[in-house]
């Protein structure tokens, strides 16, 4: 079955960086794009970096532009999220996600990420 396994998360200070890990199984990795998404408290999930099936291509919310970077490796069917210069307004759970595999979209469990001094 398709299962998404996010890690990597934690507590870190402003200005600091994480990297987000994703860890695709059961299905063809390399032939689906992949977007992580955040949700703050009380706030609705939303886009923070999409990328390509071959990685050739991605795309960023306004707000992580310059910051964040998404990439894949496909050898290991895992996708990443480089966070650096984080802000408090950063804190989120962070969420993996298919696009859709045979009409269904996976997500992942999810990953805390807190930026606080």
């Known amino acids: 079955q398709v299962q998404l396994v996010e890690s990597g998360g934690g507590l870190v200070q402003p200005g600091g960086s994480l990297r987000l890990s994703c860890a695709a199984s059961?299905?063809?990795?390399?032939?689906?794009?992949m977007t992580w998404y955040r949700q703050a408290p009380g706030k609705e999930r939303e886009l923070v970096a999409v990328?390509?099936?071959?990685?050739?291509?991605?795309n960023y919310a306004d707000s992580v532009k310059g910051r964040f970077t998404i990439s894949r490796d496909n050898a290991k069917n895992t996708v990443y999220l480089q966070m650096n210069s984080l802000k408090p307004e950063d804190t989120a759970v962070y969420y993996c996600?298919?696009?859709?595999?045979?009409?269904?979209?996976?997500w992942g469990q999810g990953t805390q990420v807190t930026v606080s001094s």
């Open positions: 996600k298919s696009s859709r595999i045979f009409g269904t979209e996976y």
């Open positions: 059961g299905f063809t990795f390399s032939s689906y794009a």
């Open positions: 990328i390509t099936n071959t990685g050739g291509g991605t």
